[in-house]
């Protein structure tokens, strides 16, 4: 059974740093595409980040605040954000896809996840 674990999510001030993690136990997702998505209450679900096997993709919000790296030994991808602003408050989760070669623009898209974690709470004080 494919589990997806997130951690990491707290209370910090506006300017300030988290870094998240996305624990992956069941299946090896060492090449395949992983990634960040995040929710605020009554807003659509927003793509922050992801991770190919040949490089990634940040969205337009949080581009030059985050980067996504991944441990493949740890078989763990972790979301490093910085310059954390009141907007970045929301739910972040973690999602996994099967399928191998997915380019970093469908890597974009949530629908091609099979995955997902419970979610991890940010909250950006101002």
């Known amino acids: 059974q494919v589990q997806l674990v997130e951690s990491g999510g707290g209370l910090v001030q506006a300017g300030g740093s988290l870094r998240l993690s996305c624990a992956a136990s069941g299946r090896t997702f060492s090449s395949g595409a992983m990634g960040w998505f995040r929710q605020a209450p009554g807003k659509e679900r927003e793509f922050v980040a992801a991770?190919?096997?040949?490089?990634?993709s940040t969205g337009d919000s949080v581009k030059g605040r985050i980067i996504i790296s991944r441990d493949k030994a740890k078989n763990t991808v972790y979301l490093h954000m910085n310059t954390l602003k009141p907007e970045d408050t929301a739910v972040y989760y973690c999602?996994?896809?099967?399928?191998?070669?997915?380019?970093?623009?469908?890597?974009?898209?949530?629908?091609?996840?099979?995955?997902w974690g419970q979610g991890t709470q940010v909250t950006v004080s101002s």
């Open positions: 999602a996994a896809a099967r399928e191998g070669g997915l380019s970093n623009f469908q890597a974009m898209d949530p629908a091609v996840y099979d995955y």
């Open positions: 991770i190919t096997g040949t490089g990634g």
